[in-house]
């Protein structure tokens, strides 16, 4: 299925940052094998000239989220430190725009769309549809996914460029189940024209 990108649409890069790689803080199992397609949609993006969007975790020391403060993760994504540094092997174009997001203690946000400008920026540029990839399936990638659709942009989602924390075993599966019941359409970066 050959789907051609214009500028309508931008690509939505989420929290492909080392504590979420193997090795990393809260590791996603194959967190990096998102890499490589999240790098060729981006190379697709960049060559039309077309937005991209990379999200981060970018978390205070005492973030809600860490188990020391009764959340539930270890400590991980905290602002300035090489565990939220986006992976090195990933090739943002040199206009991405980066959306940091859960900044304050007191806060999660599972969601790019959850008290950043993210939503006016999309809507500035006149996109109506947003091509989602990254980590991880079953918390950032769901809820940026259920955002987008709430704030009615069309989604597209690349089902090879996300991976699930898989806390419980099928928890990434139903989070995809639930994005396309939402309307997310599943595609690969191959579809991508
Ligand atoms: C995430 C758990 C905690 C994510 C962020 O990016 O999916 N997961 N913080
Ligand atoms: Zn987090």
Not at 141 to 167: M, P, S, W
Request: glycine letters at 8%; charged letters at 20%.
């Amino acid at each position: 299925m050959a789907i051609t990108v214009s500028p309508s649409d931008a690509l939505i890069i989420v929290d492909v940052q080392n504590d979420f790689l193997p090795g990393g803080a809260l590791a996603v199992p194959e967190g990096d094998r998102v890499v490589e397609p999240l790098n060729r949609a981006a190379a697709l993006f960049e060559a039309k000239g077309l937005a991209v969007f990379a999200t981060r975790d970018w978390h205070p020391e005492n973030h809600c989220s860490f188990k020391a403060q009764g959340g539930p993760w270890p400590p991980h994504c905290v602002a300035g430190t090489p565990g939220a540094a986006f992976a090195p092997s990933l090739r943002l174009p040199t206009s991405t725009i980066v959306i940091s997001k859960a900044t304050t203690p007191e806060r999660d946000a599972y969601s790019g769309f959850q008290g950043t400008e993210l939503a006016d920026l999309l809507r500035r540029r006149g996109v109506k549809r947003v091509v989602v990839g990254g980590l991880a399936t079953d918390y950032c990638v769901l809820n940026t996914v259920k955002d987008a659709l709430a704030h009615g942009f069309q989604v597209l989602l690349l089902t090879d460029a996300i991976r699930a924390v898989d806390v419980k075993p099928g928890d990434g599966d139903a989070a995809r189940a639930e994005m396309e019941r939402r309307g997310a359409v599943p595609i690969t970066v191959a579809d991508l024209a």
